[in-house]
């Protein structure tokens, strides 16, 4: 049972434009969401998170938005540049940023 | 600040041998996890320590994996025997606290065969 998943396994984008990365969850009683990065042979790396009290954060470039309606989030990034290739996970959690289950990811290739 | 350090970095192995894999967290770090990422898939979770007790291990196949952090700083993950479908990148990450960001290590990548 796959409790968070990314239905786009890959997203090619050019340079400058706006890329949007998916994110679908099942379980009601995840309260936290968060973005990591990870590029080839590295751990993955925080991004960006929101708690379910709050419906969009942005930082820079990055900005995540949540719907708890849909069970829905995305990540948008603008203006893309081509270091942002990379592949991304969203990890949801019930318990503050704890116990984190992630998704397939969505490998990002933006284009210059 | 170093970072998560994990070794080794690959592995190969013949089914039913076994393996350890190390794991030393960012210095002052009390919560400690270990993730199995298989091709293809997101992270999971197999085991989380505080300090040198474990929180969860719910996920962990006790069977055949164990893992421990004795002095509560680095750790070791054990699989034995392995199987073919243990075949993945094994992560460590830490934490300052149990509900602070995770930072991960490069990981360890096994090929059972």
């Known amino acids: 049972d796959q409790q968070v998943k990314q239905n786009s396994p890959s997203l090619s984008v050019q340079e400058g434009r706006i890329s949007i990365l998916n994110c679908d969850y099942t379980?009601?009683?995840?309260?936290?969401f968060l973005w990591y990065k990870k590029y080839p042979a590295e751990g993955p790396t925080f991004l960006i998170s929101i708690s379910s009290i709050k419906d969009k954060n942005e930082d820079g470039r990055f900005t995540v938005f949540l719907n708890k309606s849909a069970k829905h989030l995305s990540l948008h990034i603008v203006p893309s540049q081509p270091g942002d290739s990379a592949v991304y996970f969203c990890a949801a959690s019930n318990n503050a940023g704890n116990m984190l289950t992630f998704g397939g990811g969505t490998r990002l290739m933006v284009k210059p | 600040e170093a970072g998560v350090a994990q070794s080794p970095r690959y592995k190969i192995i013949e089914k039913r041998q076994s393996v350890a894999f190390w794991c030393n967290p960012i210095?002052?770090?009390?919560?400690l996890y270990w993730y199995q990422q298989i091709l293809g898939q997101g992270p999971k979770l197999l085991i989380q320590f505080q300090n040198n007790g474990v929180v969860d291990d719910s996920q962990l196949p006790k069977d055949r994996f164990s893992a421990e952090r004795l002095k509560g700083v680095d750790s070791t993950l054990k699989i034995q025997p392995a199987k073919l479908e243990d075949s993945a990148v094994y992560l460590c990450a830490s934490s300052i606290g149990h509900q602070e960001t995770q930072y991960f290590g490069p990981g360890t990548r096994l090929l059972v065969l």
């Open positions: 210095s002052g770090h009390a919560t």
């Open positions: 379980n009601s009683m995840f309260d936290y």
